[in-house]
């Protein structure tokens, strides 16, 4: 069940101008001609379209997904007899985790297996179906709530459209069916806010820059460095830093430019997302970035692993437990191999000792001024960082090969001056920048206005004449780089 091609990815061509054009033409259009049902209708068949692009098998496997949990949720929230509501959720919940761990965990649990008993196990090479660990945890939070609520997804087209929605299907953000479904059915029966247009135009072109401009250029830098340490060749402290240094920030802009792609994306159908990222590398403890990098994932973790192994019942033991033991959840979720299993147990104990000093050494968390801020910065971004190399490294070897290197020689590596540049450039923009977000005001709850009124302002505030050129520059250098697109990271989980 392989694909035929590699996925559209919201930086190639193949999405910028030809499915992105034609959908919004085709939405737009179906919206004048008075046919707002139509229109959903239309957005469905447009995401599906979108991921069949990549594989129809695996369409095929996804839409079997939405119909099983469509009917596992209408009757975990119906008037049926609790235990048997339970079931129906139950049954739901381990449908989904069969699926992820057939398709992401079952050759590595096999192999792990057979090497400890002695077994030959035969890898299946099985290829992992697009955006699957997103869409399973998006369904298994909708089935709880089915439950927990007692309220479903009448319309099967727009729980269809809840998991499949495209701007945000293949890497998320995790969003909750409660936060969607009143805006996908008010799609069919109200007008598009135009005031959301061109802000998803503007954040839309800020992620294209973020991805083109500064993440896939260096990731075409290091790659090769992370290559050789795969391969066994020395790695000289040059190389060594520039790529622990340049992997840190291609992943930064690499997610920060998905997430904001989908956003706008999203704004220019007349839809509103959840932020899912919000300048980590400014936090200043373990716990606050882990409220600001994919914060829709954290949640998720929170609410539907966390509280059911027992949150904060049972002492403080107890509760540090339960957090470590989501956040390794949280590092396996990312990738079947040990190196995702490492990078997940440092998170998890830097989060747990976090927590435990705020318990037990609550004079640190007092330690505040500038000092003490860049004190903090600085040895989380260290730690971030060495643990980076495990999330990209091919293998365990391969890492300790690159940690090894940031305290070796030299070596002969001389990294490009435009590189290094762009390096240094992301990082300003990462810990000093205003992000997207920020610059285009957008707000992500439901209940507020957007875009933001703000005070000294006359009515609603748009987008000016210098964001306007602004936006045209970055859609602009965004398209002339596109011919050399590269696929997200976070489409790999």
Same mark, same amino acid.
Request: hydrophobic fraction near 55%; glycine fraction near 10%; proline fraction near 5%.
């Given at each position: 069940?392989?694909?035929?091609?590699?996925?559209?990815?919201?930086?190639?061509?193949?999405?910028?101008?030809?499915? !992105?054009?034609?959908?919004?033409?085709?939405?737009?259009?179906?919206? =004048?001609?008075?046919?707002?049902?139509?229109?959903? @209708?239309?957005?469905?068949?447009?995401?599906?379209? $979108?991921?069949?692009?990549?594989?129809?098998?695996?369409?095929?496997?996804?839409?079997?997904?939405?119909?099983?949990?469509?009917?596992?949720?209408?009757?975990? *929230?119906?008037?049926?007899?609790?235990?048997?509501?339970?079931?129906?959720?139950?049954?739901?919940?381990?449908?989904? #985790?069969?699926?992820?761990?057939? $398709?992401?965990?079952?050759?590595?649990?096999?192999?792990?297996?057979?090497?400890?008993?002695?077994?030959?196990?035969?890898?299946?090479?099985?290829?992992?179906?697009?955006?699957?660990?997103?869409?399973?945890?998006?369904?298994? =939070? +909708?089935?709880?709530?089915?439950?927990?609520?007692?309220?479903?997804?009448?319309?099967?087209? @727009?729980?269809?459209?809840?998991?499949?929605? %495209?701007? !945000? #299907?293949?890497?998320?953000?995790?969003?909750?069916?409660?936060?969607?479904?009143?805006?996908?059915?008010?799609?069919?029966?109200?007008?598009?806010?135009?005031?959301?247009?061109? +802000?998803?135009?503007?954040?839309?072109?800020?992620?294209?820059?973020?991805?083109?401009?500064?993440?896939?250029?260096?990731?075409?830098?290091?790659?090769?460095?992370?290559?050789?340490?795969?391969?066994? @060749?020395?790695?000289?402290?040059?190389?060594?830093?520039?790529?622990?240094?340049?992997?840190?920030? !291609?992943?930064?802009? @690499? %997610?920060?430019?998905?997430?904001?792609?989908?956003?706008? #994306?999203?704004?220019?159908?007349?839809?509103?997302?959840?932020?899912?990222?919000?300048?980590?590398?400014?936090?200043?403890?373990?716990?606050?970035?882990?409220?600001?990098?994919?914060?829709?994932?954290?949640?998720?973790?929170?609410?539907?692993?966390?509280?059911?192994?027992?949150?904060?019942?049972?002492?403080?033991?107890?509760?540090?437990?339960?957090?470590?033991?989501?956040?390794?959840?949280?590092?396996?979720?990312?990738?079947?191999?040990?190196?995702?299993?490492?990078?997940? =147990?440092?998170?998890?104990?830097?989060?747990?000792?976090?927590?435990?000093?705020?318990?037990?050494?609550?004079?640190?968390?007092?330690?505040?001024?500038?000092?003490?801020?860049?004190?903090?910065?600085?040895?989380?971004? *260290?730690?971030?960082?060495?643990?980076?190399?495990?999330?990209?490294?091919?293998?365990?070897?391969?890492?300790?090969?690159?940690?090894?290197?940031?305290?070796? &020689?030299?070596?002969?590596?001389?990294?490009?001056?435009?590189?290094?540049?762009?390096?240094?450039? &992301?990082?300003?923009?990462?810990?000093?920048?205003?992000?997207?977000?920020?610059?285009?005001?957008?707000?992500?709850?439901?209940?507020?206005?957007?875009? !933001?009124?703000?005070?000294?302002?006359?009515?609603?505030?748009?987008?000016?004449?210098?964001?306007?050129?602004?936006?045209?520059?970055?859609? =602009?250098?965004? #398209?002339?780089?596109?011919?050399?697109?590269?696929?997200?990271?976070?489409?790999?989980?």
């Amino acid at each position: 069940m392989g694909p035929a091609r590699a996925p559209m990815v919201f930086s190639a061509y193949p999405f910028l101008l030809l499915f !992105q054009p034609l959908t919004l033409v085709g939405y737009y259009g179906l919206r =004048a001609a008075g046919w707002r049902r139509a229109s959903v @209708d239309f957005l469905l068949l447009a995401s599906f379209a $979108f991921y069949a692009f990549w594989s129809l098998p695996h369409l095929a496997l996804l839409i079997a997904s939405i119909v099983g949990n469509y009917y596992c949720g209408r009757y975990a *929230a119906s008037a049926a007899p609790d235990r048997l509501r339970r079931a129906a959720m139950i049954a739901g919940v381990l449908g989904n #985790l069969s699926l992820i761990f057939g $398709f992401k965990y079952l050759d590595f649990a096999g192999s792990n297996l057979s090497a400890v008993i002695g077994a030959d196990w035969t890898f299946r090479n099985i290829i992992l179906p697009l955006g699957i660990s997103f869409y399973t945890f998006q369904q298994i =939070a +909708y089935l709880v709530d089915c439950f927990k609520a007692k309220d479903g997804e009448k319309s099967f087209r @727009d729980y269809a459209l809840f998991v499949t929605f %495209f701007p !945000q #299907l293949i890497a998320g953000p995790i969003v909750h069916h409660r936060y969607t479904r009143p805006q996908f059915s008010g799609l069919a029966g109200t007008q598009v806010n135009a005031d959301y247009i061109p +802000y998803g135009v503007m954040i839309f072109a800020m992620g294209l820059a973020k991805k083109t401009l500064i993440a896939d250029p260096i990731a075409r830098a290091i790659d090769p460095l992370f290559a050789a340490a795969a391969a066994g @060749d020395p790695v000289g402290a040059v190389a060594a830093w520039t790529a622990m240094v340049g992997y840190t920030l !291609q992943i930064y802009f @690499d %997610f920060s430019g998905y997430c904001d792609m989908a956003i706008g #994306l999203g704004l220019m159908l007349g839809v509103r997302l959840p932020v899912n990222f919000n300048s980590p590398y400014r936090a200043k403890s373990i716990i606050d970035f882990w409220r600001r990098w994919h914060m829709t994932l954290s949640a998720f973790l929170r609410d539907y692993v966390y509280i059911p192994l027992g949150g904060n019942k049972g002492g403080e033991l107890f509760r540090l437990r339960n957090i470590f033991l989501t956040m390794l959840i949280g590092g396996l979720w990312h990738g079947a191999a040990w190196t995702f299993i490492i990078w997940g =147990a440092i998170h998890a104990s830097l989060i747990t000792a976090n927590h435990a000093a705020r318990i037990w050494l609550p004079q640190l968390d007092r330690w505040r001024g500038p000092v003490a801020g860049a004190v903090k910065q600085s040895a989380l971004l *260290a730690a971030i960082m060495v643990a980076w190399i495990y999330f990209r490294a091919d293998g365990v070897s391969a890492a300790h090969a690159v940690i090894g290197g940031l305290f070796g &020689g030299a070596g002969d590596y001389a990294p490009d001056p435009f590189i290094l540049a762009l390096i240094a450039f &992301g990082a300003a923009l990462a810990l000093f920048a205003p992000n997207s977000l920020e610059v285009a005001f957008y707000v992500e709850a439901l209940d507020r206005p957007f875009p !933001q009124k703000t005070s000294g302002v006359a009515g609603v505030l748009r987008p000016t004449p210098m964001a306007a050129a602004a936006t045209a520059i970055m859609l =602009a250098a965004g #398209l002339a780089v596109a011919w050399r697109p590269a696929v997200f990271i976070y489409f790999n989980f």
